[in-house]
């Protein structure tokens, strides 16, 4: 059988792939000694992102997380209009509309997680196509302008990040909202293969261990024959793995933080760990008070806890 074929016949639920960075590593033109000297000036930089994070997509990332997505997106562009040549505007404001649309459809609840039926096959039902559309859209030019800075510049952090968050969210699109499977299947591994190219650029980046983390874990939690066809084409997944690097997200990531802890949270749900996935959601239900999936999984993880 084609690999292709095996792949189309294995189903994939989410990939989180949210990831964000801020800034451009290397100088172009610069005399060798002078280019290495500057990137390893910047790496060391990348240790501590925190500081140098745009306020207009911290504030856009927490409007998203608290459900408030026009406000999200006022914000998104106005860092698109301040730094036109970026393609992290367009990537977050591509994130700001698949966010939207998974959350009318439950995809970050235990009742979709805990099913095995929708989290190995996506959802049941129809999208909002407007919502749609315009995520394809802004999510395609995003792709399209990360490519381009990274054709003059293999280690432009902000080209990466952007291609990672993109790739990733289109991965989620075509399994979750279009059924497209082997389309899914190559955009994940894309999108794992350049987060894990920025964090050799940018080890200080710690949201891109979301998009690893999540692919090793939907991975590892597909079914043993399909894994063993997976594992013949030479792709992976490990549940603990991934798990580990979501809670590195979870710990030390920034704009994908409450991301990460969400996805750990459901997946503690999954793995029998109601204690913590009650923690996980106790702060995010602090954190982001609008936002009322968070208290109710709150409840739903306190009931599993008692119950265990």
């Known amino acids: 059988m084609r690999f292709s074929r095996i792949w189309r016949s294995c189903r994939y639920c989410w990939i989180a792939s949210f990831a964000i960075a801020i800034f451009i590593l290397a100088s172009i033109g610069a005399p060798l000694s ?10 060391r930089e990348a240790s501590l992102p925190s500081a140098l ?4 997509l911290d504030s856009g990332f927490r409007e998203m997380y608290s459900l408030d997505f026009d406000r999200a997106r006022g914000d998104f562009a106005a860092y698109e209009n301040a730094h ?12 700001s509309y698949l966010y939207e649309e998974f959350h009318r459809k439950g995809v970050f609840t235990s009742s ?31 792709q399209q302008s990360a490519r381009q800075l990274l054709k003059a510049n293999p280690h432009d952090a902000n080209a990466l ?19 497209k499977q082997f389309a899914s299947l190559h955009d994940m591994r894309a999108a794992e293969a350049d987060a894990a190219r920025l964090l050799a650029v940018a080890p200080g980046y ?24 997976l594992w013949l084409g030479g792709i992976h997944g490990d ?31 999954r793995e029998h760990q109601p204690a913590e996935a ?31």
């Open 239 to 269: 549940r603990v793995r991934g798990m580990d690097q979501l809670a590195q997200a979870a710990l030390h990531g920034h704009y994908l933080k409450p991301l990460a802890e969400v996805l750990l949270a459901l997946a503690s749900l």
């Open 161 to 179: 990040l952007a291609l990672t968050l993109s790739e990733g969210m289109m991965a989620d699109f075509d399994q979750i909202i279009a059924k």
């Open 112 to 142: 979709f997680f805990l099913d095995d039926k929708k989290f190995l096959n996506g959802i049941p039902d129809q999208p909002d196509k407007p919502l749609c559309d315009k995520f394809i859209e802004l999510d395609t030019r995003a």
């Open 206 to 229: 710690q949201d891109a261990y979301v998009a690893i983390g999540a692919a090793n874990y939907v991975l590892g939690s597909l079914p043993a024959y399909k894994r063993a066809f």
């Open 278 to 308: 009650r923690n996980l959601f106790l702060q995010l239900s602090r954190d982001f008070p609008q936002n009322p999936v968070f208290s109710s999984e709150l409840a739903t993880a306190q009931k599993m806890a008692e119950g265990h």
């Open 53 to 56: 994070f745009q306020s207009q």
């Open 84 to 95: 036109p040549s970026d393609p992290v505007g367009e990537a977050a404001q591509a994130a």
């Open 34 to 43: 002078a280019l290495a000297q500057t990137q390893r000036e910047t790496m």
